[in-house]
T-cell receptor, first 115, second 117 residues
């Protein structure tokens, strides 16, 4: 079956531009997560949705970052006025349920480069 | 201070050899601990998931151990193959007060393993 997909796979933005990154989770998965992974580092949590509800956004680094999942399936991570330090791979993951015993299935990521 | 520390940072081994990767964590209480494999340019893939009450979990040539008293976990890879070359990431999931649901997962920086022929 189809896994988690993300688009675009690569994005180059000029400093100050707005970008929108899309995540299509596995169909029927309740939970959706966004992570930021800098080069050579492990992923860092950004935000978590259960269905359309954003239950935790404590990892969003600034108010330039905004995520939504309006219908409880596809999610979009928006970054306004991009800065060079935003350059990273943005990973999306989904999970069948909100219980901590369920594993997460990751997408391939979107590599954002801000020039 | 990172709540999940992994060692070594990188490791080179010969094909067919065994290796052990370490993970020390300070997250407490926690719900479960996971090991992921991440190939270059791809998303992490789950290898093992252990609850706080489990001591060991195997998945083929991968065996994870957990000592909740010392807050240490290890991932042992047996008879390594060239395809094992990847980053291995230890993840600790804090136990959240609201019904034990997932929230802020805490990742280590990973160990980069290179298997040479």
């Amino acid at each position: 079956g189809a896994g988690v997909s993300q688009s675009p796979r690569y994005k180059v933005a000029k400093r100050g531009q707005d970008v929108a990154l899309r995540c299509d989770p596995i169909s029927g998965h309740v939970s959706l997560f966004w992570y930021q992974q800098a080069l050579g580092q492990g992923p860092e949590f950004l935000t978590y949705f259960q269905n359309e509800a954003q239950l935790d956004k404590s990892g969003l680094p600034s108010d330039r970052f905004f995520a939504e999942r309006p219908e409880g399936s596809v999610s979009t991570l928006k970054i306004q006025r991009t800065q060079q330090e935003d350059s990273a791979v943005y990973l999306c993951a989904s999970s069948p349920d909100g219980q901590s015993s369920y594993e997460q299935y990751f997408g391939p990521g979107t590599r954002l480069t801000v020039t | 201070k990172n709540q999940v520390e992994q060692s070594p940072q990188s490791l080179i081994i010969l094909e067919g050899k065994n290796c052990t990767l370490q993970c020390n964590y300070t997250v407490s209480p926690f719900s479960n601990l996971r090991w992921y494999k991440q190939d270059t340019g791809r998303g992490p893939v789950s290898l093992t998931i252990m609850t706080f009450s489990e001591n060991t979990k195997s998945n083929g040539r991968y065996t994870a151990t957990l000592d909740a008293d010392t807050k240490q976990s290890s991932l042992h890879i047996t008879a390594s193959q060239l395809s094992d070359s990847a980053s291995y990431i230890c993840v600790v999931i804090p136990f959240m007060n609201y019904g034990g649901s997932q929230g802020n997962l805490i990742f280590g920086k990973g160990t980069k393993l290179s298997v040479k022929p």
